[in-house]
């Protein structure tokens, strides 16, 4: 079964404002991670939290984890257009000898000038 | 640019054609990926490499053919594609033993259409 998956699907907000975006899982993970995708290119990653994290900052980004809860949260403050695009959840988990990475659909976050 | 490059950056083949996609890493890493990212659907890990040798085939279908030469190259080959294989088709790679707890750095994809 999927592991994450992230709501809302869509947002749509003025430039300025912040944009909260949520995942949860299933399972037990090692690590959560953030990508972001600009349309039709490839994702790049934004930031990466350890299951013994339960916050983590970088620039206008704040990630937080609760593992009992299985959800995390990726906050964009003070948000710009280019922050415009499309945002991932991805866990990191390990299954026997296999460690994987495994993505959910996405949000499509869309910044209003 | 993520130090990661793919060719050809669009690709449209008919049924018959065979093509392959090129991915080249200037990161130093030992692991690649192929992913295969359609509309409305989460990214499909394909297959995975480690210093070279495949560690992962996610029961893809063989007429995807992929080849890792050495640790900087990675190929898909294409045959007798479907038109459901449209999407487009990102490589990445990352540092490390436990691999998947690293973050990948991807390219820009290729964006592949099934006449």
């Known amino acids: 079964s999927q592991q994450g998956e992230e709501d809302p699907q869509a947002l749509s907000i003025q430039e300025g404002e912040n944009a909260t975006m949520n995942c949860s899982y299933k399972t037990s993970i090692n690590n959560l991670q953030w990508y972001r995708q600009n349309s039709g290119r490839g994702l790049v990653h934004l930031i990466l939290?350890?299951?013994?994290?339960r916050e983590k900052h970088s620039g206008r980004l704040r990630v937080t984890l609760d593992t009992s809860k299985k959800s995390s949260s990726l906050l964009i403050t003070a948000s710009r257009a280019a922050d415009t695009a499309s945002y991932f959840c991805?866990?990191?988990?390990?299954?026997?000898?296999?460690?994987?990475?495994?993505f959910g659909k996405g949000i499509t976050l869309s910044v209003r000038p | 640019e993520t130090g990661v490059t793919q060719t050809p950056r669009h690709l449209v083949m008919g049924m018959t054609n065979k093509k392959s996609l090129k991915c080249e890493q200037h990161?130093?890493?030992?692991?690649m990926y192929w992913y295969k990212q359609s509309a409305k659907k989460p990214l499909e890990l394909m297959f995975v490499?480690?210093?070279?040798?495949?560690?992962e085939n996610n029961s893809v279908p063989s007429r995807f053919s992929p080849e890792c030469p050495n640790s900087s190259h990675l190929f898909l080959h294409l045959h007798t594609l479907q038109p459901e294989d449209s999407a487009l088709y990102l490589c990445?790679?990352?540092?490390?033993?436990?691999?998947?707890?690293?973050?990948?750095?991807f390219g820009p994809g290729t964006r592949l259409t099934v006449l």
């Open positions: 490499y480690n210093f070279k040798e495949q560690t």
């Open positions: 991805a866990t990191a988990r390990t299954t026997g000898a296999n460690s994987k990475l495994t």
């Open positions: 939290i350890r299951s013994n994290e």
């Open positions: 990161l130093g890493h030992n692991a």
């Open positions: 990445a790679s990352s540092q490390g033993e436990g691999f998947a707890y690293n973050e990948q750095f």
